[in-house]
Each structure stands twice: as C-alpha cells, then as structure tokens.
C-alpha cells in the first residue's frame, strides 16, 4: 500500500479510503463502488479539462471521442496494470478463482475508485494533479483510433451530433452472490422518451449492453421515422 501510494504520488491522509479503493463486493460490504462512481465523474471531469488545454484547436465533437478513448475501459486498464493494482486487490475466493484480479472491468473500475478516494481525501486538485500524472504517457492526439468504438461511446456521439443531453444508466438491481453477480441497468433518454435495459456480470458490462440495446431502438425506430 505504501508503494502504491508512491507510485500515486499522493500519501492519503485517510489511509482507509484506498483501501476502500481496493476492495471488491465480493471480498467486503465495505467495497469501492460508491467511490468508483464518484470517480468516473471527477475522471471524466479532469480529462476533459486536460483535452480542452492540450487539443485547444479541436472541436467538440472530436473531443468527445478523444475522451471518450482515453476513459474507456481498455486505457484504463492498462493504466491499473501499470500500477500494480492487480496484486493489491481484495477479491473473494469464487472471484479470485474466475481470475478477478486480471479482469479488465475489476481493474477499471479500482482505478476509477481511487481517483475518487484521492478526491475525498484531498480535494479535486489533487486528484485533477493524479489524473495528468496518470495520463502522462499515454499518447493524446487529435487522431486517437476511433475504429471499435464501445456501445457508449457510438451512443454518446450519435446523441451529441444531434444535440441530445447524455443519456442516464441506472441500476434497476443486482442479483445473485456477491462473488457471481449480475446486474441489470437501464439506459434512459429522457429527450426521446426511450428506456432500454441491458443484463451484465458487472455494472459497466450491463452498461454496455444497455447502451447496445438503445442504439438497436434508435437505428431502428428513430433514424427510420427520420
């Protein structure tokens, strides 16, 4: 934990909050989620301040999908690997057993919770400061591979090409045992008057597939009545 929190280069005055940040449902009813989505926020906030500052020339559009690449769930994965978060994790025994500390969503979703542990713990600079830090290597630039894009993200930029508000994923329930899990999200577009629903063994994944179900609704139904 200490050298984790070299390689932050923040030392947590309330040191239980990282660890907070580390533990998974499955290990502890005292586990990162909360903080995971206190984080995706102040991520998304402190990456979109860092593109506006380095891409001063590029529209909005083209942010968005510069963002939307540096915040999904791949670069973020790399990036908690790089950490050496995978060995720090608490997991329970049927998540470590289905290889939990090497799943790209488990790893996403701890880094996200330590962004928003640091933000508790010392406010938005630091933890704007542990974002540019963290996204130091990665290569920011204007042509950043848009081929593959994620549900979300093709969802995000078709609303935002039409000048939609962002659509909202709601938790509708979990079910089954905190080590095997599924959810189920709803995304919501309140604008069109449009609910989908989407099933997934983690939060984000059921996002995805809510996401996906919504784009099969508006390429279907919205696009066609265009």
Same mark, same amino acid.
């Given at each position: 934990?200490?050298?984790?929190?070299? !390689?932050?280069? =923040?030392?947590?005055? @309330?040191?239980?909050?990282?660890?907070?940040?580390?533990?998974? %449902?499955?290990?502890?009813?005292? =586990?990162?989620?909360?903080?995971?989505?206190?984080?995706? +926020?102040?991520? $998304?906030?402190?990456?979109?301040? &860092?593109? /506006?500052?380095?891409?001063?020339?590029?529209?909005?559009?083209?942010?968005?999908?510069? !963002?939307? $690449?540096?915040?999904?769930?791949?670069?973020?994965?790399?990036? *908690?690997?790089?950490?050496?978060?995978?060995? &720090?994790? #608490?997991?329970?025994?049927?998540?470590? %057993?289905?290889?939990?500390?090497?799943?790209?969503?488990?790893? *996403?979703? *701890? &880094?996200?919770?330590?962004?928003?542990?640091?933000?508790?713990?010392?406010?938005?600079?630091?933890?704007? +400061?542990?974002?540019? %830090?963290?996204?130091?290597?990665?290569?920011? $630039?204007?042509?950043?591979?848009?081929?593959?894009? @994620?549900?979300?993200?093709? &969802?995000?930029?078709?609303?935002?090409?039409? #000048?939609? #508000?962002?659509?909202? /994923?709601?938790?509708?329930?979990?079910?089954?045992?905190?080590?095997?899990?599924?959810?189920?999200?709803?995304?919501?577009?309140?604008?069109?008057?449009? +609910?989908?629903?989407?099933?997934g063994g983690s939060r984000r994944a059921a996002e995805q597939a809510a996401a996906a179900a919504m784009l099969h609704t508006i390429k279907t139904k919205v696009d066609h009545d265009n």
């Amino acid at each position: 934990m200490q050298q984790l929190q070299q !390689r932050l280069q =923040h030392e947590f005055e @309330d040191p239980a909050l990282l660890a907070r940040a580390l533990t998974h %449902r499955s290990f502890s009813i005292d =586990h990162y989620e909360r903080l995971e989505f206190l984080g995706d +926020s102040v991520l $998304n906030l402190a990456v979109s301040d &860092l593109l /506006y500052r380095r891409l001063s020339a590029l529209p909005e559009g083209d942010l968005s999908r510069v !963002r939307a $690449n540096l915040v999904r769930q791949e670069t973020l994965h790399k990036l *908690a690997v790089d950490l050496g978060l995978p060995r &720090l994790l #608490k997991l329970g025994e049927g998540e470590m %057993r289905s290889g939990g500390p090497k799943r790209p969503s488990i790893l *996403a979703d *701890a &880094l996200e919770a330590i962004i928003g542990a640091v933000y508790l713990d010392a406010g938005y600079a630091a933890a704007q +400061s542990l974002v540019q %830090r963290l996204f130091e290597a990665v290569d920011v $630039n204007p042509q950043m591979d848009a081929i593959g894009k @994620d549900p979300k993200t093709q &969802l995000q930029e078709w609303l935002q090409g039409r #000048k939609f #508000k962002l659509p909202e /994923y709601r938790v509708v329930t979990i079910m089954g045992a905190a080590h095997q899990q599924s959810f189920d999200v709803a995304c919501e577009i309140a604008e069109l008057r449009l +609910s989908e629903r989407g099933m997934g063994g983690s939060r984000r994944a059921a996002e995805q597939a809510a996401a996906a179900a919504m784009l099969h609704t508006i390429k279907t139904k919205v696009d066609h009545d265009n």
